[in-house]
T-cell receptor, first 113, second 113 residues
Framework: DAGVTQSPTHLIKTRGQQVTLRCSPKSGHDTVSWYQQALGQGPQFIFQYYEEEERQRGNFPDRFSGHQFPNYSSELNVNALLLGDSALYLC????WGGGYEQYFGPGTRLTVT | GENVEQHPSTLSVQEGDSAVIKCTYSDSASNYFPWYKQELGKRPQLIID?????GEKKDQRIAVTLNKTAKHFSLHITETQPEDSAVYFC????????????FGGGTRLMVKP
């Protein structure tokens, strides 16, 4: 049974560009949350998707958007990249039935130059 | 919104000693408190969690205690081993608010052989 998977592993982009990150939740999980982890800090909540809709959103600008597909996988899109967007982007999934636990994927390391 | 503070930021112990990491939270509505271990370059791994209807939970060498009145919770690791060396994050969430996790700033634990 595969855990949470994310792609790509690493990504380098230039300021002003757009990026799409992908996440596949663990089998039996239907809720996907995205977090941004800057170097040396704890993860910060971006948003959460459930039943293909954004259910909750953290304090991030509209440049950050997402999508959830019928198979529960999810995408995170970031437009007009800034140097400050450089971080590890983590996806976490939660079991069906609204469990408490969140299990993280390995993350995508985004570097903006 | 919720604010989680974590102390200490770094902790160095001798192998076999105990380690204690403490967190405080601000929102009395928070009812779920997980702890994650993150090794360098790897995903945060859920190691133990506690819900607000429980005061203490133990899993082998790891235990978590919760004081709802004081709004603080702690991670206790006994008989530390070098492989316990990592960054540990506490988090809090309100189950009825979609499970958004608010993380502390992290504690770098170093276990010296």
């Amino acid at each position: 049974d595969a855990g949470v998977t994310q792609s790509p592993t690493h990504l380098i982009k230039t300021r002003g560009q757009q990026v799409t990150l992908r996440c596949s939740p663990k089998s039996g999980h239907d809720t996907v949350s995205w977090y941004q982890q800057a170097l040396g800090q704890g993860p910060q909540f971006i948003f959460q998707y459930y039943e293909e809709e954004e259910r909750q959103r953290g304090n991030f600008p509209d440049r950050f958007s997402g999508h959830q597909f019928p198979n529960y996988s999810s995408e995170l899109n970031v437009n007009a990249l800034l140097l400050g967007d450089s971080a590890l982007y983590l996806c976490a999934s939660t079991p069906w039935g609204g469990g408490y636990e969140q299990y993280f994927g390995p993350g995508t390391r985004l570097t903006v130059t | 919104g919720e604010n989680v503070e974590q102390h200490p930021s770094t902790l160095s112990v001798q192998e076999g000693d105990s380690a204690v990491i403490k967190c405080t939270y601000s929102d009395s509505a928070s009812n779920y408190f997980p702890w994650y271990k993150q090794e360098l370059g790897k995903r945060p791994q859920l190691i133990i969690d506690i819900r607000s209807n429980v005061g203490e939970k133990k899993d082998q060498r790891i235990a978590v205690t919760l004081n709802k009145t004081a709004k603080h919770f702690s991670l206790h690791i006994t008989e530390t081993q070098p492989e316990d060396s990592a960054v540990y994050f506490c988090a809090a969430s309100m189950r009825d608010a979609g499970n958004m996790l608010t993380f502390g700033g992290g504690t770098r634990l170093m276990v010296k052989p």
